[in-house]
């Protein structure tokens, strides 16, 4: 049964979304990584749409990294998956990989500060 308080696919396609990818890494390859990821996410930033992007990495698990993009929607985001730039972007981080990423779309619900 669906929930009508949790948004769907079709009510976000032209909401801002984040997107969030989890990446395990090959263990010793953090650092080729960061280097793949820095030249790959060129690609990622000269898409229409795109608003940030930034890597974490775990500090116990230094083999586990998040990547946060903040899309203009989820209909830029899709472009750029159908454009030869995400080709390109992959072409950089995969060999990487000890295991296929897990990716999300987000949207924000709530916020708070102190």
């Not at 280097?35 to 974490?56: D, F, K």
């Not at 990294?65 to 072409?91: P, T, V, Y």
């Not at 990487?96 to 949207?107: M, S």
Request: aromatic share 10%; hydrophobic share 35%; no cysteine.
């Amino acid at each position: 049964m669906k929930d009508s308080n949790n948004p769907d696919r079709a009510s976000v396609s032209s909401m801002t979304v984040r997107e969030v990818a989890q990446f395990f890494i090959k263990e010793g390859s953090e650092e080729d990584f960061k280097q793949g990821w820095e030249r790959g996410i060129v690609h990622i930033l000269e898409s229409e749409g795109v608003h940030r992007a930034e890597l974490t990495q775990g500090v116990e698990t230094p083999t586990w990294f998040i990547l946060l993009i903040e899309w203009e929607s989820l209909d830029a985001h899709q472009k750029f998956r159908d454009s030869e730039k995400l080709g390109k972007w992959r072409g950089e981080i995969t060999e990487y990989f000890a295991k296929p990423p897990h990716v999300e779309h987000v949207v924000q619900v709530a916020t708070r500060t102190p």
